[in-house]
């Protein structure tokens, strides 16, 4: 447990180091010409900390995921998928979608930001497309009806399931 939580920290020491230093170069790279160095400092400070911030954060998130997968499988594809409410209030700018559907070499997961909510693996499943939205059945019964954000994704999604011998 202890291996896994310094995987964590250091990915996400390295994703919050990689993004404040691409948001503070940019940041001083176009006030340099324009303003003080000191007014550039000023503004690139604050500007690089909230870039670091939300960068250890969505790192921390990939970690966690990554650490859910069994030996030998491999992720195929990550989907964002629109709250299941339109009254839903929508996440912060920086905290990216709320809800993702992580397609892999052995089935399908459900996640809400860093929280798994199912697995099934792709024997168990049956993966319908419904004009835009993707239903998806485990043991006979729905386990999610969703609509993807990318268009095109639920049609990726049923061929995924084909390939891997899902009806």
């Known amino acids: 447990m202890d291996e896994d939580n310094a995987v964590i920290r ?27 160095w000191w007014q550039v400092l000023a503004l690139a400070v604050p500007v690089a900390g909230l870039a670091g911030w939300a960068g250890s954060r969505i790192g921390r998130i990939d970690a966690i995921r990554a650490a859910r997968l069994e030996p030998g499988e491999r992720v195929i594809g990550t989907y964002a998928v629109r709250p299941p409410h339109t009254e839903h209030t929508p996440p912060s700018p920086h ?14 997961e459900m996640w809400e930001r860093a929280e798994l909510l199912w697995k099934h693996p792709w024997p168990e499943l049956r993966v319908i497309v419904d004009g835009s939205r993707l239903r998806i059945h485990h043991l006979g019964q729905e386990a999610g009806t969703m609509l993807l954000e990318r268009p095109g994704a639920a049609a990726e999604v049923r061929l995924a399931a084909q390939r891997h011998g899902v009806a």
């Open 10 to 36: 250091r990915t996400r020491t390295v994703r919050g180091t990689v993004s404040a230093g691409i948001v503070g170069a940019t940041v001083i790279g176009l006030g340099a010409g324009v303003l003080p």
């Open 95 to 108: 905290e990216g979608a709320q809800y993702h559907l992580r397609v892999t070499s052995r089935g399908v």
